[in-house]
């Protein structure tokens, strides 16, 4: 019998731009029994990862973070990564996954990562590239297929395209979109994101490739912004942040998303998701993923200024909390009973 640890791993190959819906897509694909023993990486732009936090996998599964340049090239952290996990699994350290899944950063070239999984030695020979779905969103995917080099090469790679937010577009912007993606994409299948099975994109593909060269550095004057503190932030003023940013960068701002740690709840994370100038509703989640329990925040656009975001995330993240300085000044109040007072 041929020992399981070397047959060729399906990798499935999960891309689309940023704040597309790849997240809510593998999340929703990871529920379902035939992805339940898949590995998979998170390839992040920027120095803050949390993407990886948010992927719910099971408690056993394994999901590993590789960091890297905005464009991904996959020469480096990815490389590495997918040989560590090979290595892992090899030695049983972790358990013997049969599929991988694989995430882009929204800003991927996917031919250099095609290219390196077929002709990487040791990659090529372990894993077997079983198909590459772009997430394309309904709502501005044409204009982002047309605007975004990236975008628009995501989806001409595509064996599978998954049309997200389908419940948020309006007719026209769905039918937009559609033409969009048919003529970058003809072979490729259309299906909806919110629907599409496990089973559908996990078999496998083969549609023919457009023989695309590798783009050096696409993401051209991409910028990845990390924030992060240690003080918790009071709602208030983590609005007030929101705010300023999408009216001082709002046509700049592709992507912000991340973890916040309120003053009000400190013990449960606020997870931030904005794409361009549409934020879903703030949400929290149960616990904190890890023991990091700082605010954490990656903002993504065109030519954004670092110094200038962290002067701004500055100002209010360092602000004191004003339910604290309440009581300090209750506390000090000279009049106020001393001990066994007021606030004992
Ligand atoms: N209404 C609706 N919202 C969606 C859908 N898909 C994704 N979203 C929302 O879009 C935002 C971005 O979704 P993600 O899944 O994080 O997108 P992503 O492609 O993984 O983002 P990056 O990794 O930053 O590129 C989140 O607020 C999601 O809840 C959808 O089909 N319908």
């Known amino acids: 019998m041929t020992d399981?640890?070397?047959?060729?791993?399906?990798?499935?190959?999960?891309?689309?731009?940023?704040?597309?819906?790849?997240?809510?897509?593998?999340?929703?694909?990871?529920?379902?029994?035939?992805?339940?023993?898949?590995?998979?990486?998170?390839?992040?732009?920027?120095?803050?990862?949390?993407?990886?936090?948010?992927?719910?996998?099971?408690?056993?599964?394994?999901?590993?973070?590789?960091?890297?340049?905005?464009?991904?090239?996959?020469?480096?952290?990815?490389?590495?990564?997918?040989?560590?996990?090979?290595?892992?699994?090899?030695?049983?350290?972790?358990?013997?996954?049969?599929?991988?899944?694989?995430e882009t950063t929204g800003l991927a070239d996917p031919v250099p990562v095609l290219q390196t999984l077929s002709l990487h030695p040791y990659l090529a020979l372990r894993f077997q590239v079983a198909g590459v779905v772009a997430v394309v969103s309904a709502v501005d995917g044409a204009a982002t297929l047309s605007e975004r080099a990236e975008a628009a090469r995501q989806a001409a790679m595509a064996d599978l395209v998954a049309l997200s937010k389908i419940d948020l577009a309006s007719g026209p912007e769905a039918a937009a979109?559609?033409?969009?993606?048919?003529?970058?994409?003809?072979?490729?299948?259309?299906?909806?994101?919110?629907?599409?099975?496990?089973?559908?994109?996990?078999?496998?593909?083969?549609?023919?490739?457009?023989?695309?060269?590798?783009?050096?550095?696409?993401?051209?004057?991409?910028?990845?912004?990390?924030?992060?503190?240690?003080?918790?932030?009071?709602?208030?003023?983590?609005?007030?942040?929101?705010?300023?940013?999408?009216?001082?960068?709002?046509?700049?701002?592709?992507?912000?998303?991340?973890?916040?740690?309120?003053?009000?709840?400190?013990?449960?994370?606020?997870?931030?998701?904005g794409v361009r100038h549409v934020f879903a509703a703030p949400r929290f989640l149960d616990a904190w993923p890890d023991d990091d329990r700082r605010t954490r925040l990656v903002a993504i656009g065109e030519g954004l200024e670092p110094d200038l975001l962290a002067k701004l995330y500055a100002a209010f993240a360092g602000r004191i909390a004003p339910d604290r300085a309440d009581r300090a000044a209750m506390t000090d109040n000279p009049l106020a009973p001393r001990a066994g007072g007021l606030l004992g």
């Open 177 to 273: 979109t559609r033409a969009a993606v048919a003529a970058l994409a003809p072979l490729a299948r259309v299906v909806d994101a919110a629907t599409v099975t496990a089973g559908e994109i996990l078999e496998r593909h083969d549609a023919p490739k457009p023989d695309l060269p590798a783009l050096p550095a696409i993401h051209g004057s991409v910028v990845s912004v990390a924030l992060a503190s240690e003080a918790p932030l009071t709602r208030a003023s983590y609005d007030l942040f929101v705010e300023l940013l999408r009216s001082a960068h709002a046509p700049k701002l592709l992507r912000l998303k991340g973890l916040v740690r309120l003053v009000e709840e400190p013990d449960r994370p606020l997870v931030v998701q």
């Open 4 to 102: 399981p640890r070397l047959t060729p791993i399906p990798l499935t190959v999960l891309t689309g731009f940023l704040g597309a819906g790849k997240t809510t897509l593998l999340n929703r694909l990871l529920r379902d029994p035939a992805l339940s023993d898949a590995a998979v990486v998170v390839n992040e732009a920027g120095e803050i990862g949390v993407d990886h936090l948010l992927v719910e996998h099971a408690a056993e599964g394994v999901v590993a973070l590789a960091g890297g340049c905005l464009c991904c090239t996959l020469r480096g952290d990815l490389i590495e990564t997918l040989e560590g996990l090979l290595r892992a699994r090899d030695n049983g350290r972790i358990p013997l996954f049969s599929r991988l899944m694989l």
